[in-house]
């Protein structure tokens, strides 16, 4: 895993917090996954922790989906077949929406498709599976950071 990924990746699971302190606040989440039953578990927690939650199945569909919806934290897969995966998803959105707030998961070690997207402005890596623990930490800690 490379250095940023570590870091990240490390603060992620030092972070001990209830369950409770996770919740959101309605917060918009949108999820980027080409796999079905990945989309469902991660919609599943997310609503669970109070989230508002809708998903696509690519990079290409979150595209035309944040085109007329604003998300507050986009969840994206790294590698999604067809079509364009993770890295090239999140900077056609900083091409229209820079401020977007976005965590990377993969089921796949952290690599340089992943550590570019860290540098692009994503703001953590989180490796399928993941518990409820750490991506409620991830997304929290990313819907908390100031713009």
Not at 31 to 38: F, M, S
Not at 40 to 48: D, G, P, Q, S
Not at 104 to 129: H, M, Q, R, W
Request: glycine share 6%; charged share 30%; proline share 3%.
């Amino acid at each position: 895993m490379t250095d940023l990924a570590t870091e990240k990746s490390d603060a992620l699971e030092t972070a001990k917090i209830s369950l409770t302190e996770l919740n959101g606040r309605l917060e918009k989440i949108l999820i980027v996954d080409d796999e079905p039953l990945q989309r469902e578990v991660a919609r599943h927690i997310l609503e669970e922790l109070n989230y508002e939650v809708a998903d696509v199945s690519s990079g290409e569909e979150a595209i035309a989906w944040c085109r007329d919806n604003r998300a507050d934290l986009i969840i994206l897969d790294m590698m999604m077949e067809p079509g364009i995966n993770g890295r090239e998803t999140f900077a056609q959105f900083k091409e229209f929406r820079p401020e977007q707030k976005a965590i990377i998961c993969s089921g796949f070690s952290a690599n340089d498709e992943v550590e570019e997207t860290l540098c692009n402005g994503a703001g953590s890596y989180i490796k399928k599976p993941y518990s409820i623990a750490e991506l409620g930490t991830a997304v929290k800690q990313e819907l908390g950071k100031k713009e």
